[in-house]
């Protein structure tokens, strides 16, 4: 049982997988903006959809469609530059517009396509545009295309963000999964905090996959934080087409189920750590493991509050080992917690430890948190709850892109 | 019963009360950090602590007092540059110590000095320099040395925040209430987000004094947000000297209770609009009324989840009307919302109405989000719930005070 990271593997790596692409100006000029993704057989579907309740056109047409159809999935348009939300009934018709334009010109069964938008809220999907691109992505749909797609759904992502696996059954047959995310603000759970779309070509059942899913986000996305806003349109897609031949997958207990777990899991932490050390601004990637707690939802609670501090943000972009909001943070979180019981690392630095400051070499903890990759480690000692997130710190440049972004 | 705001009003404006200051290096040199506040008589003390589970010393140590002596404070001492918090048993020795020195220097009872310290945490309190400090300021005392104590107290503050009113009671007698507050970064409810202390000359009970701050902290301190951070110190501590002579007020329905509560209301919201004012890099005051909720505690979820929106706070710093980003923090706030039945303005101009947007005038709105007071009014259409809330936005100067505050 074997999990394998493959070198340049993208979201079309899967068998059976191609991608293409456009420029349709939809708000950026000068470059690709729209991504159309094809499987060549059906595909079980599972989604994960924001919790905010304003939603955007698209995820209420997505929900529309898998309720009628999570068995035979066929194809995925993604869109960047509007986000199709807040746009009422006219957005959710622009979006059923170019899934049916996708069907038409790629001769798919109806309620095959679902659609993903990205961008800014309230801007209106500019229909015309789309389906003129979605002649061009058409025409040169290609297996080689991941790459391609990746680039062409980002926003303020500064690089294209993707990976791919190649699992070993344990019978012996191999099976690959691919994915790709874009995201780099507005993020927060609950729960999928940006668009991904994960292929596979392994043969597994709908009720499996969603389980699957379902794992693998809240090890990965639900554990993640930018800014602690929680965007309208965040998606989280697995699309699994069976062209791998292998058995099916009925139960994520079996010894199957398992590997392909694995492996879901590595893509979508790979994937959510990308979002993160993309994060808008971001200077640094941060590892941030609570253990010791009364529960594990008690230690992700007490994590994702440090991870969403202004504070202990601000502190590590300056490179300042100032561990008393970290403390802070974990006091106000809500977890269960008594200071007198806790330890806390900078890396290897002891900072705090049982209610009292430790003595460290302040030149020492700047380092580590100076450092592109920085690891904390938080013991409550209460008990054996373990949680790790990943958040970025928090720059001037944060502030830039954030004051500029729509107008 | 009229209450009106005095020009130049502060601390030690009611009567009976004289502050001193010094100036003890405990991390700032050239500049005063310790204020001591003095009563002519034994006062009624009514105080909110913070609802970090992680508490600064000088916590710890009043909460000891106030369960003994609630009905006979002296005296308050309030150092800046050390919170005293994450300090151990070495910590409360060093709150207790001081409070003792107080005592001491005073002639004053045991048990009827109140201590409070800010800044930053896990710094050892210098008691050597403290009491050096208690000399000094208990040698000046002084009825006009209200601002001089507001400015020893600040830390990141920009300016002294204070204010003080006059209150007509129904049967013709005036009282006073004045009060300070230092907080600029580490802002967020619950509860009181900072130190501040209120005094007055009225006659007030225990239990009443206890009620009439909890109403006006929910109504102001409870009410704003700078960086979501909730501070392991946060005090708000109101003292009653009765040194006005007034019927004692003894439950705040009574048409004086009214009249005392309006007055401190106001005290109250003045403080915390100050500290938002001041808030870290913050450029604009930002007063956000959520109506139509479903309940107050909805409106206010509501509201409360928009103040502190990283996205909604630059998108203010850079003028940018960037409504979506208000609808979607309404949306994840918790708070019961139909986005169809929403209508968002800033300030005069509609932006968002019934789930789509609203052509407006972009440099309008521009020029709303631009000036120094804004104004947001959102009717959620659900119900008669309401609140107003005060944020202030995220500057790029935000981030420069907090990557370098410590080091």
């Avoid at 929680?230 to 069976?242: E, I, K, M, Q, Y």
């Avoid at 609570?290 to 609670?301: I, M, Q, T, Y």
Wanted: hydrophobic fraction near 45%; glycine fraction near 8%; charged fraction near 20%.
């Amino acid at each position: 049982m074997t999990c394998v990271l493959l070198d340049h593997g993208h979201v079309t790596t899967p068998s059976g997988w191609r991608a293409g692409v456009a420029a349709c100006g939809i708000k950026y000029t000068g470059r690709t903006d729209l991504a159309l993704l094809v499987s060549e057989r059906p595909c079980r579907a599972a989604a994960l959809f924001t919790t905010n309740r304003v939603v955007s056109a698209h995820i209420h047409y997505d929900r529309a469609v898998l309720a009628r159809n999570s068995t035979s999935i066929r194809a995925v348009l993604i869109n960047a530059g509007s986000a199709n939300a807040c746009t009422g009934e006219v957005g959710i018709a622009a979006a059923e517009a170019t899934a049916r334009e996708v069907e038409r010109t790629l001769a798919l069964p109806t309620d095959s396509t679902l659609v993903m938008s990205t961008g800014v809220i309230g801007l209106l999907l500019p229909v015309d545009r789309v389906v003129q691109g979605i002649a061009t992505a058409s025409q040169h749909l290609d297996a080689a295309h991941g790459p391609d797609a990746a680039r062409a759904i980002m926003t303020t992502d500064t690089r294209p963000k993707q990976c791919a696996v190649r699992v070993a059954l344990p019978d012996g047959e191999h099976i690959h999964i691919g994915g790709m995310v874009k995201g780099a603000g507005m993020v927060h759970p609950n729960m999928a905090t940006m668009l991904s779309v994960v292929t596979t070509d392994a043969a597994v059942e709908p009720a499996a996959l969603d389980a699957a899913l379902r794992f693998a986000a809240d090890r990965s996305f639900n554990c993640i934080s930018i800014d602690g806003d929680t965007s309208t349109n965040d998606t989280l897609l697995a699309l699994a087409n069976g062209r791998a031949g292998n058995p099916l997958i009925a139960h994520i207990e079996s010894a199957e189920g398992q590997a392909f777990l694995a492996g879901l899991v590595e893509v979508c932490q790979r994937l959510a750590q990308e979002v993160v050390r993309d994060g808008e601004g971001a200077t640094r990637l941060v590892t941030l493991t609570v253990r010791g707690a009364v529960s594990d939802e008690d230690a992700h609670r007490a994590a994702m509050a440090v991870a969403r501090s202004p504070l202990v943000k601000t502190a590590i972009f300056g490179g300042d080992p100032n561990w008393g909001r970290v403390v802070c943070a974990l006091g106000y979180s809500g977890a269960t917690i008594d200071p007198d019981r806790v330890v806390l690392h900078f890396g290897p630095v002891p900072v705090f430890a049982h209610g009292v400051p430790q003595p460290f070499d302040e030149l020492a903890a700047h380092q580590v948190l100076s450092a592109p990759d920085v690891l904390m480690v938080a013991d409550l000692g209460m008990g054996t709850g373990t949680a790790t997130v990943w958040t970025c710190d928090f720059s001037y440049e944060y502030v830039r892109i954030n004051a500029e972004y729509r107008t």
